[in-house]
């Protein structure tokens, strides 16, 4: 079954330092992998997407993920956190045979203290 | 300009109502989606919608049916309403590209309670 899996429901990480958001996917063959951010009583937002190409992916406020084949692994990272990143963020996977079709992982909070 | 909009925001209503929630897109995409965010913040699609054609139906009691009037708008009834259908519901859109290597917009959400 293709799916994503993100194993840490929640990360504290302290403002100015890098943090990192787990996710691996369970996809045959090259997946097609997102981030997005989910801000308190709002919907999702994209942050990044991994199609092709560069194994580190740039997206949007300052936020970058790296594609890790061997362990099918896309962790999204930033190198300084910020307060204001605290937030609910989903890493999903396209569906290998149906292109409409995402699968969304759990959610991890994230937690930046100043 | 709201890129997806869905109303209404909150709906709260006793069990065994019908209700529907509307979704609008004025981005020009295509493919429209409702999903499900369960109160664990799990997120399932429920539906989706290409140009009025529905391309996907996940497993989801009949009690529920979208309706796409045109590609802008995606609504979404549901019937005879359970305990169990309280969930934050929301609305996406995107535009299919070459290899279907594309992201969806959110809509802000319906908190929907059902008591």
């Known amino acids: 079954a293709q799916s994503v899996a993100q194993p840490e429901d929640q990360v504290n990480v302290a403002e100015g330092n890098p943090l990192t958001v787990k996710c691996t996917y369970s996809?045959?063959?090259?997946?097609?992998l997102f981030w997005y951010v989910q801000y308190p009583n709002r919907g999702l937002q994209f942050l990044l997407k991994?199609?092709?190409?560069?194994?580190l992916v740039k997206g949007s406020y300052g936020f970058e993920a790296e594609f890790n084949k061997s362990q099918t692994s896309f962790h999204l990272k930033k190198p300084s956190a910020l307060v204001s990143d605290s937030a609910l963020y989903f890493c999903a996977v396209r569906d290998k045979y149906n292109f409409n079709k995402f699968y969304f992982g759990s959610g991890t909070k994230l937690n930046v203290k100043p | 300009d709201t890129a997806v909009s869905q109303t209404p925001k909150y709906l709260v209503t006793q069990m065994g109502n019908d209700k529907s929630i509307k979704c609008e897109q004025n981005?020009?995409?295509?493919?429209m989606y409702w999903y499900k965010q369960d109160s664990k913040k799990f997120l399932k699609i429920m539906f989706s919608?290409?140009?009025?054609?529905?391309?996907i139906n996940e497993t989801v009691p009949n009690r529920f049916s979208p309706k796409s009037p045109d590609k802008a708008h995606l609504n979404l009834h549901i019937n005879s309403l359970e305990l169990g259908d309280s969930a934050v519901y929301f609305c996406?859109?995107?535009?299919?590209?070459?290899?279907?290597?594309?992201?969806?917009?959110f809509g802000p959400g319906t908190r929907l309670t059902v008591l």
């Open positions: 991994y199609i092709t190409g560069d194994n």
């Open positions: 919608y290409n140009n009025k054609e529905l391309i």
């Open positions: 996809v045959s063959g090259n997946p097609y």
């Open positions: 981005l020009g995409h295509d493919t």
């Open positions: 996406a859109s995107s535009q299919p590209s070459g290899g279907g290597l594309y992201e969806q917009f």
